[in-house]
């Protein structure tokens, strides 16, 4: 622990003008230090947002220390916004190029709000919140999505927040600058934010965290909003020191762009701006970022927290949550138009509510999305959208999984008829979209039955107990999709008042890469070159057919060299067409590695590489 070289401070030692810090501070919640500029402060830095420096290091009843940064909050005033996590006597010590800032010290005292904390990464694919290290809350991630977060009519938005946290919804994301092109409200130059746009956004956010909600902040939108904005690299380390200064304090998650494919060399920005803002954050907030379709390629830069995706494609997500020990959160895999569907993502509230399943057995946590509130970044939409079917449907699925073990479960591949979640021994979750006879192999235990609705959310129970290792059944009607749960309830009742968070340590699978073990192989593209220019043909071919290939799972991926890309995921299925993105070739001639991953029913993942050149 770093020494300060005092025993104790008594006082708060900072000058008379100066409010007092931080007033009845209580645990996760902000409270602020404020400090006011001379006016031969505003004379050296004419404009404080882009010269003055200013931080606090901030230590804890346990000696633990947390660094964060301060922001300049308009006129003459300057801010520290800061929220202890414990309760007891925090003291600080301010750091900064205003000499006569720089060094001073003082105290204050926080009680215990209460609140269970800020969400964290738990139990490799899961979520918690962090107040408690020992018996930690479980956090049932279900989202929102909601462009214009920042600038929707007040009315409306408080309307919006209102009926989502009556619906079970705790995550609501948004663009933290507005829509692309539309930035003036937050920044008229790089250098020259707007302070009452981030005025209003701080009462938004605290407006959500008040009800439970937490805010996913998109940071920018596309394409090239944040390059355009902020085209040196010190306007963007300021920018992201800014935002962290503001809202850190408060529950929130980052984002940091939309649609990271949409950059220009997007792997180099984001891994400087993703380990930027894991150095800014005292609280390590989740980070992650905005994708057309997966931000896997990007987890190797070890800035990531978790993985998003923007697909309903059941092969992508059920391999890249084999392949990384990150939770997952889909951001994309439908927008609900209750009008019956229509271009692009835009599906029916039936189409919505099986991708929903689909990928909650892939081990996924959903955001939702409707047409007309979250599809556009527009600001107009009719408030009884905020009862559409979906989102009921959505809270159905909130409220079935808070009765679960929802943090220790998997997803389970010893069933036929339907796909499965499972914490073995404890509770077995099939989900059929297809109504009809299910098979699932358990633990030989005593277990309830139930049938759960997803329409309307009704629960029923079976009679009967199921005792054995194979149960066999069918759902109450074979004319809608179904989700049967076998559970142990009491033994989940004694888990919660006797065990600790995690009952048994989740085993990641290790890939399968020796050729002579993988029962498929790279058919096409079959020649040695690939035309950049043309369309390419891919195909596996199936070498062994047993009953765990009966139905296999592909997802092909490509990584050029030279560049720093990364890999880009070009298809998925057995057979099809992809073209390489411009962004994965830097110069020509270079050399593609195409991967191709399989899954078989039983959940096993294999891989195989061939490498081509590629040529004009």
Same mark, same amino acid.
């Given at each position: ?151 929707? *009519? ?9 009926? !989502? ?37 701080? #009462?938004?956010? !605290? ?24 085209? @040196?690299? #010190?306007?963007?380390? !300021? ?33 400087? &701006? ?30 990531? *927290? ?43 509230? *039936?189409?919505?509510?099986?991708? &929903? ?51 220790? &479960? ?125 369309? %390419? ?63 078989? @029913?039983?959940?096993? %993942? ?11």
């Amino acid at each position: 622990m770093r020494s300060w070289g005092i025993a104790t401070l008594a006082v708060v030692l900072i000058p008379a003008r100066a409010a007092e810090p931080c007033q009845n501070a209580q645990t996760y919640r902000p409270c602020e230090l404020r400090f006011e500029l001379d006016p031969s402060d505003l004379q050296t830095h004419p404009n404080p947002y882009a010269s003055i420096e200013l931080e606090a290091e901030f230590r804890s009843p346990g000696m633990k220390t947390y660094l964060m940064p301060g922001f300049w909050d308009g006129d003459r005033s300057l801010v520290i916004r800061f929220s202890p996590t414990r309760a007891g006597r925090w003291d600080y010590r301010l750091r900064s190029n205003l000499a006569r800032l720089n060094g001073l010290m003082g105290s204050f005292v926080a009680s215990d709000s209460g609140s269970p904390g800020f969400v964290r990464v738990a139990n490799v694919h899961h979520w918690a919140y962090d107040a408690d290290p020992i018996r930690p809350k479980p956090h049932l991630w279900m989202g929102d999505t909601c462009y214009a977060l920042a600038v929707l *009519d007040r009315g409306l938005f408080e309307q919006l927040v209102q009926t !989502r946290a009556s619906q079970g919804f705790n995550h609501i994301r948004g663009y933290l600058l507005g829509q692309a092109g539309n930035e003036v409200p937050a920044y008229q130059g790089a250098q020259q934010p707007n302070l009452e746009y981030f005025r209003e956004l701080d #009462s938004r956010i !605290r407006f959500l965290n008040d009800k439970g909600i937490t805010a996913d902040l998109i940071l920018a939108s596309d394409p090239g909003q944040l390059i355009r904005l902020f085209p @040196t690299w #010190s306007d963007r380390a !300021r920018y992201l020191r800014y935002v962290v200064a503001r809202y850190a304090a408060m529950n929130v998650t980052w984002q940091l762009v939309e649609a990271y494919e949409d950059y220009a060399g997007a792997r180099n920005l984001l891994r400087e &701006l993703g380990q930027l803002l894991r150095k800014l954050d005292p609280y390590q907030h989740p980070r992650s970022t905005g994708t057309k379709a997966s931000s896997g390629p990007l987890a190797g830069d070890e800035w990531m *927290d978790y993985l998003v995706h923007r697909t309903a494609d059941d092969a992508l997500q059920a391999i890249e949550h084999q392949l990384y020990g990150l939770p997952q959160v889909n951001i994309g895999f439908g927008c609900e138009d209750p009008s019956g569907g229509g271009a692009g993502q835009r599906v029916s509230t *039936d189409d919505f509510r099986k991708r &929903l399943w689909t990928a909650t057995m892939n081990g996924q946590y959903p955001t939702y999305c409707h047409a007309r509130i979250g599809a556009q970044a527009s600001s107009s939409f009719d408030p009884s959208d905020l009862q559409a079917p979906g989102a009921q449907q959505m809270s159905h699925w909130f409220k079935f999984f808070s009765n679960t073990r929802h943090w220790e &479960l998997e997803p389970y591949f010893d069933v036929e008829g339907g796909r499965a979640l499972a914490l073995p021994g404890v509770e077995y979750i099939v989900y059929l979209e297809t109504p009809g006879p299910v098979e699932v192999v358990t633990e030989k235990k005593s277990y309830r039955v139930y049938w759960f609705n997803p329409i309307t959310g009704e629960l029923i129970r079976e009679k009967r107990e199921y005792r054995g290792a194979h149960f066999t059944g069918k759902p109450p009607t074979l004319t809608q999709d179904w989700v049967l749960h076998l559970s142990r309830d009491e033994q989940k009742r004694s888990m919660l008042e006797r065990w600790y968070f995690e009952s048994r340590p989740v085993l990641l699978q290790e890939v399968e890469f020796d050729p002579s073990r993988v029962p498929y192989q790279i058919e096409e593209p079959s020649q040695a070159e690939l035309r950049v220019s043309e369309l %390419v043909q891919y195909r596996a071919k199936l070498l062994r057919e047993t009953r765990a290939t009966r139905a296999m799972r592909y997802v092909w991926v490509g990584e050029v060299t030279p560049g720093d890309a990364g890999y880009y995921v070009l298809g998925t299925g057995p057979e099809g067409q992809f073209t390489l993105p411009k962004q994965l070739i830097p110069s020509l001639p270079a050399t593609l590695t195409l991967r191709l991953f399989g899954m078989n @029913t039983l959940g096993k %993942v294999y891989s195989i590489s061939r490498v081509y050149r590629l040529v004009p």
